[in-house]
């Protein structure tokens, strides 16, 4: 069967209808293709929020937590180069309190970075971050502090700016490392949301179409169909 006499058959086929079913046949089909592009905009905009999810949990969440575990560095450090000042030994039980909660809030953000994750080779990274850290509070840190308590302030002055440079060039290394790979995640999601948009607009773009052509069918086809016996009356 060649395509003419296919398109024939179903023009007959057409012809033949009885009115109400011709009726029943158009608002079948406008609502068939007002479905259907309903029903395709709703995973559009589904995607859309996953999207949306996947940007914040995988890009502007870990950078947030990155930022905070090296400012908290940085600010364990500062404190920690009082302890090699005189001057600033009667504050040392103050100093050492807020170098337990810059510890706790590093602790914290790590916890969360690890268990978070989903990318192997982040994880591996920050697993690598975790142990650098925990060296330098268990170790460095402690003994910092426990130089400036003893009054031995040049041995904590040179421990601090020794082991805080080196500790803090790794981190940095590491962090380096874990953002190109967030980098290199985040232009692929731009990308597939750029792809999703545009899906969508092309989708909305053929329902206006569709829709045109069905308001034309109606009107001029359908129309004239359903008028033509009430006019012979």
């Known amino acids: 069967m060649d395509k003419v006499s296919f398109i024939s058959k179903i023009a ?21 293709i007002a479905t259907f592009i309903a029903v395709d ?24 937590q990155i930022t905070n575990i090296y400012n908290d560095f940085q600010k364990t450090q500062f404190t920690l180069l009082k302890f090699s000042i005189a001057e600033f030994s009667d504050n040392f039980k103050t100093y050492i309190q807020e170098v337990n909660e810059y510890k706790q809030h590093v602790d ?7 268990s978070g994750t989903k990318n192997e080779k982040i994880k591996k990274t ?25 009054k031995n302030y040049e041995m904590a002055a040179v421990v601090s700016v020794s082991s805080g440079e080196e500790v803090g060039t790794q981190l940095v290394n590491k962090f380096d490392s874990i953002l190109k790979v967030i980098d290199n995640d985040s232009l692929n999601m731009n990308t597939e949301i750029n792809q ?4 969508s607009k092309m989708w909305i773009l053929v329902g206006m179409v569709i829709g045109t052509l069905i ?13 033509n016996p009430i006019v012979k009356l």
């Open 108 to 114: 914290k953000n790590l916890k969360s970075l690890i």
């Open 126 to 150: 920050l697993i690598e971050v975790k142990k650098i850290w925990e060296n330098y509070k268990n170790i460095v840190v402690d003994g910092i502090i426990s130089a400036g308590m003893m």
């Open 196 to 199: 999703t948009v545009a899906g």
């Open 41 to 64: 905009n709703y995973f559009q905009m589904n995607k859309l929020n996953t999207g949306k999810d996947k940007i914040f949990n995988d890009i502007i969440a870990p950078r947030t």
């Open 215 to 227: 308001f034309l069918f109606v009107t001029f086809f359908l129309g004239p169909t359903i008028s």
């Open 12 to 32: 007959d086929f057409y012809k033949n209808l009885k009115v109400i079913r011709k009726i029943q046949f158009g608002f079948l089909l406008i609502g068939a």
